[in-house]
């Protein structure tokens, strides 16, 4: 099964490309999708949305992982990764592959196996379970590759239910 994961937001928007294969995962590609600040809002969605669904033709993935949006204390930021999720979600649709969504508790559950992990945890755990001489950066990327890696794991388990 190739997954794309994502990590979203209107600035920077993390992508990766992982393949499952039994219980172990191989990255196929991941980076990030940035929209200049100096761009409106509007223009920033539609290169995200273009650049996704670039991404989504070129390695055709069976599956899609979006982390949910975090609560955030600054609303209008809030509203904007909601849009940015809209337009991300949409590209998934569009493409008929399957689209599922993770808290980012969810996945630090399910890469680490605690759910109150810190950052840098996660960041050693997906280095260490993709088999990556070092920790994948921007930030961004990384969180995306464990969003890919949490819903791997999550479909495991959901097929022995």
Known sequence: MLI??????????????????GNRFSVLDYGVVRTPSS?????????????????IKEYKPDEMAVEEL?????????????????VILLAGAQADIVVAEYTPLQVKQAVVGYGRAAKQQVQEM??????LET?????????ALAV??????SQGINSML
């Open 4 to 21: 794309i994961g994502i990590d979203p937001g209107l600035a920077i928007v993390g992508y990766s490309l992982v393949k499952k294969e």
């Open 39 to 55: 761009d409106d809002n509007i223009n920033r969605l539609k290169k995200i949305y273009i650049s996704l669904t670039d991404i």
């Open 70 to 86: 975090f609560f955030n204390k600054n609303v209008k930021t809030a509203i904007r990764v909601g849009q940015a999720r809209g």
């Open 126 to 131: 997906v280095k260490a379970l993709l088999n």
């Open 135 to 143: 920790v994948p950066r921007p930030d961004d990327a990384a969180d």
């Open 148 to 153: 890919a890696i949490c819903h791997g794991n």
